[in-house]
């Protein structure tokens, strides 16, 4: 009986959570919705509507796409067999579940470790993490390149809504940016006292108000996601060094200026500013600025995951007497 309590509470909060989880989203919904009203039907005029509506579009667009594009997950191959997965938790000694894990990895193109050098393995999803491949504990999901878990999109931001995302904050600046230098024609009548409503009197203040608010922070936040890019960054990545075979590498992912902006945005320019899916590759594995190519798969076409002994005099925790350690 308490059992039956207990998991009826579990499912109850659950379902709060998830209704919680879309208050950020309702909130800027609103405040856009609000903000249309007053700027078409209360202020504007019709030369100022025409660019109006074409940056709306593709701000609602762009928003539409990050909240709606669901994370990507990594695919079966990554995933233990149902034998695989009963052999390592059946197994008690850590040494011979770490060489399990060793064996699987060397069948998968993945060549980052956790800190201490161990294979990643998300124990929550039983799989082998892909490079750049984190669990998101708001999602219950390990997700391809994980960037971030954005509360205002109630979504996990990765390989697959990325680009999305970064055009969302682009057409959000630019959004605030035109309604605040067009309504501050009409705050300089507010201030000579040449509006007669009251009502226009609100709209004007608060439009500007909350256009030059959001345009502070978004511009912050879209010029911290541009270096993420020039550099082929993710979040994690910026706060959290990549450790690959050969050791921790600041820069493992970056292939230059240019290359790095199409991993994001793709090779066909004109995409670039259309919230359509274009980024290269299937989110498992990356280009990476190596000093030994041949480990690549990308980059050539040797056997990928063969350990050499350069490697492991330079990073001892590479070798074969790595310690395993899950990471979540």
């Not at 796409?65 to 994370?71: A, G, Q, R, V």
């Amino acid at each position: 009986m308490r059992r039956g309590w207990k998991m009826a509470l579990s499912g109850g909060l659950r379902c709060c959570r998830r209704l919680l989880s879309w208050v950020p989203v309702l909130v800027i919904v609103l405040v856009v919705l609000w903000s249309y009203y007053a700027y078409v039907f209360e202020l504007c005029l019709v030369i100022y509507l025409i660019f109006y509506h074409a940056i709306f579009v593709f701000f609602t667009w762009t928003y539409w796409k990050s909240i709606f594009t669901l994370p990507q997950q990594p695919n079966q191959k990554f995933h233990l067999s149902y034998s695989d997965k009963e052999r390592y938790e059946n197994e008690e000694r850590p040494e011979v579940q770490k060489q399990m894990l060793v064996d699987m990895a060397k069948k998968l193109p993945v060549y980052t470790r956790t800190g201490s050098g161990a294979v990643r393995f998300c124990d929550r999803c039983h799989l082998i993490k892909p490079d750049r491949c984190h669990h998101c504990s708001v999602c219950a999901m390990c997700v391809l390149k994980m960037d971030h878990h954005c509360p205002w999109v109630n979504n996990c931001i990765g390989f697959s809504n990325y680009k999305f995302f970064l055009q969302f904050l682009a057409y959000s600046v630019l959004y605030c940016l035109y309604i605040a230098t067009t309504v501050f024609n009409y705050f300089i009548k507010y201030w000579r006292g040449e509006l007669p409503s009251v009502r226009s009197k609100f709209h004007v203040l608060f439009l500007l108000f909350v256009a030059c608010m959001f345009f502070v922070s978004l511009v912050i936040l879209f010029g911290y996601h541009c270096w993420l890019v020039s550099r082929n960054k993710t979040t994690l990545e910026a706060f959290c060094t990549p450790v690959f075979t050969s050791g921790p590498e600041k820069n493992g992912f970056n292939l230059g200026f240019i290359k790095n902006i199409q991993q994001v945005f793709g090779d066909n320019k004109k995409f670039w500013l259309i919230p359509i899916g274009s980024s290269p590759g299937d989110g498992h594995s990356f280009p990476m600025r190596s000093m030994n190519e041949s480990q690549n798969p990308l980059l050539a076409n040797e056997e990928p995951w063969e350990d050499n002994e350069d490697e492991n005099r330079d990073y001892p925790e590479a070798s074969s007497s790595l310690t395993m350690e899950t990471e979540t």
